[in-house]
C-alpha cells in the first residue's frame, strides 16, 4: 500500500510544481506585457515623427498698434505618408532671452503642403528671434504623442 500513496504523492507533487511555474510565467508575462507595449508605441511614434518631416520654413513678426508682437509662420510637411493621425502643430517661438512660448495650430498640412499660421491677436510676450515647428500625433488607440523638440529644426524670425 505505501508504494501506491507514494506514487500519488510524486504525481500530485509533480502536477503541483507544474501549475506554480505555469503560474509564475503568468505573473511575468502580465507584468512585462505592458512595458513592451509601451516600448513598441514610443518607437512606433518616433518613426512616424521622422517621417512626417515638419519644418518651418518662414517666420516673420510685427509689433502691433497696441505693443502685442505677432508672428506668421510657414510650415511644410514632408513627402511621405504616416499611419497615425496628424492633429496639431505646436509652434515653438523662442526669444532673445531664452524664453520660449508654445503657440497651437490645428491647421495640418497634407503631404508636400505648406501652410501658413499667424498668431492670435492676442500676440507674443517677447519679441521671437526663432520659431519651431513640432507635430502631434494620434494613434489608432487615441493616445497623443508630441515629437521630440530637442533637434527639431527651426528658422529666424525677421
Known amino acids: 500500500m505505501k508504494k501506491g500513496k507514494k506514487g500519488l504523492s510524486e504525481i500530485v507533487t509533480t502536477l503541483l510544481f507544474v501549475l506554480l511555474a505555469l503560474g509564475a510565467v ?4 502580465a507584468l512585462v506585457r505592458p512595458i513592451l507595449t509601451r516600448s513598441g508605441e514610443q518607437i512606433t511614434a518616433s518613426q512616424e515623427c521622422m ?11 510685427n509689433t502691433t498698434v497696441t ?5 506668421t509662420v510657414l510650415y511644410k510637411r514632408g513627402a511621405q505618408a504616416i499611419t497615425s493621425n496628424f492633429t496639431k502643430v505646436n509652434l ?6 531664452g524664453t520660449t512660448i508654445t503657440v497651437v495650430s490645428t491647421n495640418v498640412p497634407t503631404i508636400l503642403q505648406t501652410v501658413s499660421f499667424t498668431t492670435p491677436g492676442v500676440g507674443l510676450a517677447k519679441v521671437p528671434t526663432k520659431v519651431s ?22 528658422v529666424s524670425c525677421v
Open 26 to 29: 503568468i505573473l511575468v508575462w
Open 51 to 61: 517621417n512626417l518631416d515638419l519644418q518651418a520654413t518662414q517666420c516673420a513678426y
Open 67 to 71: 505693443g502685442k508682437n505677432n508672428a
Open 92 to 97: 515653438v517661438f523662442t526669444a532673445t532671452d
Open 133 to 154: 515647428a513640432i507635430a502631434t500625433l494620434k494613434n489608432a488607440a487615441g493616445t497623443e504623442t508630441t515629437c521630440e523638440v530637442a533637434g527639431a529644426p527651426s
